[in-house]
């Protein structure tokens, strides 16, 4: 089991920054993939960006790439998502999930075994 917090939402002006964070508990956390996505009421849970295990290989939404980066501190247990020129559209609820599966990294909710509870990021034009 694990437990994931995400921390580091809030209310920016549009092209400014934000980092989430999310910290996981547990002894495990580098054998999880790990991803971000992001909800807005009404519509589906949307993939934003993933990494590997040992953050050697990371994936991007195209509506993000060049914008946001995915990083990990395994030792920390930790994920990251740095947003940065934010727009907008970019308001949403953002989640990070953690994915059990051996196998390749997933682009898609349904494929992730824990979630947090999200953070609301808010960009004002």
């Known amino acids: 089991q694990v437990q994931l917090v995400e921390s580091g939402g809030g209310l920016v002006q549009a092209g400014g920054s934000l980092r989430l964070s999310c910290t996981a508990s547990?002894?495990?956390?580098?054998?999880?993939?790990m991803g971000w996505f992001r909800q807005v009421p009404g519509k589906e849970r949307e993939f934003v960006a993933a990494?590997?295990?040992?953050?050697?290989?990371?994936y991007y939404a195209d509506s993000v790439k060049g914008r946001f980066t995915i990083s990990r501190d395994n030792a920390k247990n930790t994920v990251y998502l740095q947003m940065n020129s934010l727009k907008p559209e970019d308001t949403a609820v953002y989640y990070c999930?953690?994915?059990?599966?051996?196998?390749?990294?997933?682009?898609?909710?349904?494929?992730?075994?824990?979630w947090g509870q999200g953070t609301q990021v808010t960009v004002s034009s």
């Open positions: 547990g002894r495990t956390f580098s054998r999880y993939k």
């Open positions: 990494i590997s295990w040992s953050g050697g290989m990371t």
């Open positions: 999930a953690a994915d059990r599966s051996p196998l390749r990294v997933s682009l898609t909710p349904n494929e992730y075994d824990y």
